[in-house]
Nanobody
Framework: QVQLVESGGGSVQAGGSLRLSCAAS????????MGWFRQAPGKEREEIAH????????FYADSVKGRFTVSQNNAQKTLYLQMSNMKPEDSAMYYC??????????????????WGQGAQVTVSS
């Protein structure tokens, strides 16, 4: 059973940066597809980025394209989300997710079998 643990959340002012980490354990390699979702109070969970860990192909939602970067460290079995030029509307609980299936350019939450506990990100204006 894959275990995912996020870290790196916190508070930042608009225009600032944060990096989230998602450490995978109980696996010998990173699952084939890993992604980042976020959910703000009263809103649906939104997929913002995902990566095919074998090829390094990355995909982003329009809302974060050009500001957020997803990356991986295979040796440390860790997924990262570098967030830059942050906006108040980026405030949400951020979750990492993993699947051993092959992911296309678009994914939905139900595709991912494994989820982290979430990391709170707050951006003040």
């Amino acid at each position: 059973q894959v275990q995912l643990v996020e870290s790196g959340g916190g508070s930042v002012q608009a225009g600032g940066s944060l990096r989230l980490s998602c450490a995978a354990s109980r696996v010998t390699y990173l699952p084939y597809c890993m992604g980042w979702f976020r959910q703000a109070p009263g809103k649906e969970r939104e997929e913002i980025a995902h990566i095919r860990t074998g090829s390094g192909d990355t995909f982003y939602a329009d809302s974060v394209k050009g500001r957020f970067t997803v990356s991986q460290n295979n040796a440390q079995k860790t997924l990262y989300l570098q967030m830059s030029n942050m906006k108040p509307e980026d405030s949400a609980m951020y979750y990492c997710a993993a699947s051993f299936g092959w992911c296309g350019a678009t994914v939905v939450a139900s595709f991912f079998a494994y989820w982290g506990q979430g990391a709170q990100v707050t951006v003040s204006s």
